[in-house]
């Protein structure tokens, strides 16, 4: 028996959801071998490191572009040839839209936005967020092959003092597996994403105007965090839709979320509620997002904001 | 073209979360339901198909006769046909294989169904069900046209967006983006006069197969009391955030 898992790269190099994937995996297995499954990856043998013991490396131009169905048949292909039992995966966009398709094509069930290491293996019982983050539900599944889709942030990274062998894998492609093409991707290049971020800094109707973004930006750039906003901000077009985090649009589980001039509305929380510490800024002390922050400061915005970023530069400074 | 938009019956958003029987079983107790938001804007751009390129429109859902207002509010918003399969909804592949009988008997060009839903937050049924169709599949749409066979589509990806071609028969999971907030359509009285004379036809489910099972919930442990910080003194929220949090 195996646990396998699919461990993504960007332009070759590993994600860092790659590395907790595998951390998890080697938990799960126990002494059974972790298998990891990278498309043209640079050093594949970097995933020793979080307990790998084997890397399946693609190394074909046509997968060069993320491909669902095709990712999902390599995949597949991968995890009968292993005989894996247990097959784990990230929850990024890209992993998300593969999951469902490998879950059929192994007949095996799958348990997303998982937060921690199963329950107990037998039966095979995790815990994963629902209802946006206001539950979890305990789901056991019932297949002999497992699927798990693990949330970004849940489980962490452990590092292994372990080598991983790379093979060069070269699963058979169907010209069915390319009837969904890529025309084109526009990415920001060196942009941190909300999904990755470790920090995420997010603006609410409480800043007035788009014009009064840079200092959410400068922030940001000075933590290094990803921007973010909540639903009336993209809904009045002052940001774009990709900022829009809370129950209707993208998950925030960072480890910190600075919340400035936002109330704090039962469907933002809902979507912010991963994140493990949460502070806010707001000049209405009555604003909902107090209940739910670890420390707040109430004040006026436009004031607080710059002066936080000068203490942050300063403090950035002397601890870097 | 023929349209198919899989219908999910969820607690609205600002609903309070309380479970019963031994936290087995969501308490539907007190709770209004609504479409599922990431399946209403998939069927405001189903709308628009109608509309603009004389496309029908059905909706189906996969639960018991509780849900029939949530379909009859698909109808008054202008759906041609309900379908409801009389199951109960208990997982993601169980409801993926009997959307597929319904797709696969009503032979449609286009499947639209939400991300995921707001309730479970599976994220698993339009995946599964384009897998068991052999249809192809984009995930996470937040654009789509259609010119004969032919669908365009832009995806959401971590950080930007992507643009796609696939050939119909098609499934995706939309979310917002396929239409704005502002082009949900509130059903007017005549909508609603006319959904009642609309087919709602109820099918009989297949063999159930289901392949996980819900078996606890649990509500987050309750949180402390915010810790609040003299706006003169922001030195102390710099000194929490690094030594007390440790997140900077």
Same mark, same amino acid.
């Given at each position: 028996?195996?646990?396998?898992?699919?461990?993504?790269?960007? *332009?070759?190099?590993?994600?860092?959801?790659?590395?907790?994937?595998?951390?998890?995996?080697?938990?799960?297995?126990?002494?059974?071998?972790?298998?990891?499954?990278?498309?043209?990856?640079?050093?594949?043998?970097?995933?020793?490191?979080?307990?790998?013991?084997?890397?399946?490396?693609?190394?074909?131009?046509?997968?060069?572009?993320?491909?669902?169905?095709?990712?999902?048949?390599?995949?597949?292909?991968?995890?009968?040839?292993?005989?894996?039992?247990?097959?784990?995966?990230?929850?990024?966009?890209?992993?998300?839209?593969?999951?469902?398709?490998?879950?059929?094509?192994?007949?095996?069930?799958?348990?997303?936005?998982?937060?921690?290491?199963?329950?107990?293996?037998?039966?095979?019982?995790?815990?994963?967020?629902?209802?946006?983050?206001?539950?979890?539900?305990?789901?056991?599944?019932?297949?002999?092959?497992?699927?798990?889709?693990?949330?970004?942030?849940?489980?962490?990274?452990?590092?292994?003092?372990? *080598?991983?062998?790379?093979?060069?894998?070269?699963?058979?492609?169907?010209?069915?597996?390319?009837?969904?093409?890529?025309?084109?991707?526009?990415?920001?290049?060196?942009?941190?994403?909300?999904? *990755?971020?470790?920090?995420?800094?997010?603006?609410?109707?409480?800043?007035?105007?788009?014009?009064?973004?840079?200092?959410?930006?400068?922030?940001?750039?000075?933590?290094?965090?990803?921007?973010?906003?909540?639903?009336?901000?993209?809904?009045?077009?002052?940001?774009?839709?990709?900022?829009?985090?809370?129950?209707?649009?993208?998950?925030?589980?960072?480890?910190?979320?600075?919340?400035?001039?936002?109330?704090?509305?039962?469907?933002?929380?809902?979507?912010?509620?991963?994140?493990?510490?949460?502070?806010?800024?707001?000049?209405?002390?009555?604003?909902?997002?107090?209940?739910?922050?670890?420390?707040?400061?109430?004040? *006026?915005?436009?004031?607080?904001?710059?002066?936080?970023?000068?203490?942050?530069?300063?403090?950035?400074?002397?601890?870097? | 073209?023929?349209?198919?938009?899989?219908?999910?019956?969820?607690?609205?958003?600002?609903?309070?979360?309380?479970?019963?029987?031994?936290?087995?079983?969501?308490?539907?107790?007190?709770?209004?339901?609504?479409?599922?938001?990431?399946?209403?804007?998939?069927?405001?751009?189903?709308?628009?198909?109608?509309?603009?390129?004389?496309?029908?429109?059905?909706?189906?859902?996969?639960?018991?006769?509780?849900?029939?207002?949530?379909?009859?509010?698909?109808?008054?918003?202008?759906?041609?046909?309900?379908?409801?399969?009389?199951?109960?909804?208990?997982?993601?592949?169980?409801?993926?294989?009997?959307?597929?009988?319904?797709?696969?008997?009503?032979?449609?060009?286009?499947?639209?169904?939400?991300?995921?839903?707001?309730?479970?937050?599976?994220?698993?049924?339009?995946?599964?069900?384009?897998?068991?169709?052999?249809?192809?599949?984009?995930?996470?749409?937040?654009?789509?046209?259609?010119?004969?066979?032919?669908?365009?589509?832009?995806?959401?990806?971590?950080?930007?967006?992507?643009?796609?071609?696939?050939?119909?028969?098609?499934?995706?999971?939309?979310?917002?983006?396929?239409?704005?907030?502002?082009?949900?359509?509130?059903?007017?009285?005549?909508?609603?006069?006319?959904?009642?004379?609309?087919?709602?036809?109820?099918?009989?489910?297949?063999?159930?197969?289901?392949?996980?099972?819900?078996?606890?919930?649990?509500?987050?442990?309750?949180?402390?009391?915010?810790?609040?910080?003299?706006?003169?003194?922001?030195?102390?929220?710099?000194?929490?955030?690094?030594?007390?949090?440790?997140?900077?």
């Amino acid at each position: 028996m195996s646990v396998l898992v699919y461990t993504e790269t960007e *332009d070759g190099k590993f994600k860092k959801a790659a590395f907790e994937v595998a951390s998890y995996a080697k938990e799960v297995a126990g002494g059974d071998e972790v298998v990891a499954v990278s498309f043209n990856a640079t050093d594949a043998s970097e995933l020793g490191k979080y307990g790998v013991s084997k890397v399946l490396n693609i190394q074909n131009d046509k997968l060069s572009k993320f491909n669902a169905e095709a990712y999902a048949d390599a995949l597949t292909q991968a995890a009968k040839k292993e005989g894996s039992k247990i097959v784990v995966v990230s929850q990024s966009a890209n992993s998300k839209y593969v999951a469902p398709l490998l879950a059929v094509h192994l007949e095996a069930g799958y348990a997303s936005n998982v937060m921690a290491a199963p329950e107990s293996t037998d039966p095979f019982t995790v815990k994963r967020s629902a209802f946006t983050n206001k539950a979890f539900n305990f789901t056991k599944i019932t297949t002999d092959i497992k699927i798990v889709g693990l949330s970004q942030n849940a489980f962490g990274l452990k590092e292994n003092a372990g *080598d991983a062998t790379v093979e060069d894998f070269s699963p058979e492609l169907k010209e069915g597996d390319f009837t969904v093409n890529v025309e084109s991707v526009d990415k920001a290049k060196d942009k941190v994403t909300i999904a *990755d971020a470790e920090i995420v800094v997010s603006g609410g109707r409480g800043l007035k105007g788009p014009e009064n973004w840079g200092m959410i930006e400068e922030m940001a750039d000075i933590l290094g965090a990803a921007t973010a906003c909540s639903k009336p901000v993209s809904d009045m077009g002052w940001r774009p839709h990709s900022e829009h985090v809370g129950q209707t649009g993208k998950p925030v589980a960072s480890n910190l979320y600075i919340a400035v001039g936002i109330s704090g509305a039962i469907q933002h929380l809902a979507g912010i509620n991963a994140a493990k510490t949460k502070v806010v800024i707001n000049n209405d002390p009555e604003a909902p997002f107090f209940k739910a922050a670890d420390y707040g400061v109430v004040g *006026d915005a436009f004031e607080i904001v710059p002066k936080l970023n000068e203490k942050l530069k300063e403090f950035k400074a002397k601890n870097a | 073209m023929k349209i198919l938009v899989c219908i999910s019956h969820v607690p609205d958003t600002t609903s309070k979360i309380n479970f019963t029987e031994g936290d087995s079983k969501f308490d539907t107790n007190g709770v209004n339901f609504v479409i599922n938001p990431n399946d209403e804007f998939g069927l405001t751009r189903a709308m628009w198909f109608k509309e603009k390129q004389g496309a029908s429109v059905d909706v189906v859902n996969v639960g018991g006769a509780e849900t029939e207002p949530t379909l009859r509010k698909a109808l008054a918003i202008g759906a041609d046909n309900a379908i409801r399969v009389n199951t109960p909804a208990t997982d993601g592949f169980q409801v993926a294989k009997q959307l597929a009988k319904v797709a696969k008997e009503g032979g449609y060009d286009l499947i639209i169904a939400g991300r995921e839903s707001i309730d479970y937050n599976g994220g698993m049924v339009p995946g599964m069900l384009a897998a068991i169709l052999d249809a192809n599949f984009i995930n996470t749409c937040i654009s789509l046209e259609v010119e004969g066979d032919k669908a365009t589509a832009i995806r959401e990806i971590d950080g930007g967006k992507e643009t796609l071609t696939a050939s119909l028969p098609l499934v995706i999971g939309g979310q917002k983006g396929l239409v704005e907030e502002s082009d949900l359509k509130i059903p007017n009285m005549r909508g609603i006069m006319q959904a009642r004379k609309k087919p709602l036809n109820v099918v009989e489910p297949d063999e159930a197969t289901t392949h996980t099972e819900a078996v606890k919930f649990e509500k987050p442990a309750p949180k402390g009391d915010v810790k609040l910080v003299d706006p003169e003194n922001l030195d102390e929220l710099i000194d929490l955030l690094h030594n007390e949090a440790k997140a900077i």
